[in-house]
């Protein structure tokens, strides 16, 4: 809790004055004093709430500035720079010296399309041959 037990008192006791000088010129001496205990009570445990209400709000405002601190430690170490430098010099100085090795300007110009190896020929089979390997295949995928 907040602060110590003397706060409640203070309050009560206060309270407690407060109700009976204020009812004493309504009510008789006995009822302003029944009424003034309850009040000191009623005063004593809304101080106490009070407190409880104000103990919350601190700890959780410690509590958020451990978790900050907490949370900055785990970030640290954790920022990566992933800028790299810059090389355009040296960029440009390789696209020269590409430009001075007498490439062509025009790469279209030594373009070759691929031309694969075939790996077996059909040329020169006798076509009966061809269409029983067919007739074959077919009858194996019925199947």
Same mark, same amino acid.
């Given at each position: ?79 990566? $720079?992933?800028?790299?430098?810059? $090389? ?11 430009? $001075? ?30 269409? $029983? ?11």
């Amino acid at each position: 809790m907040l602060g110590s037990i003397r706060w409640n008192l203070v309050l009560g006791l206060t309270g407690m004055l407060l109700t009976f000088f204020f009812s004493l010129g309504n009510n008789g001496f006995v009822v302003s004093c029944i009424r003034a205990v309850y009040a000191f009570a009623a005063f004593f445990a809304a101080g106490w709430l009070l407190r409880g209400a104000l103990q919350l709000i601190v700890a959780s405002n410690e509590a958020e500035r451990v978790l900050m601190a907490a949370e900055e430690a785990r970030e640290t170490g954790a920022h990566v $720079d992933l800028r790299t430098p810059d $090389d355009a010099a040296e960029l440009g100085e390789m696209l020269k010296a590409q430009r $001075d090795n007498g490439r062509p300007s025009d790469p279209a110009a030594e373009f070759r399309p691929l031309e694969p190896k075939r790996l077996f020929s059909i040329e020169g089979k006798n076509p009966e041959e061809l269409a $029983d390997a067919v007739r074959h295949l077919a009858r194996d995928g019925d199947n």
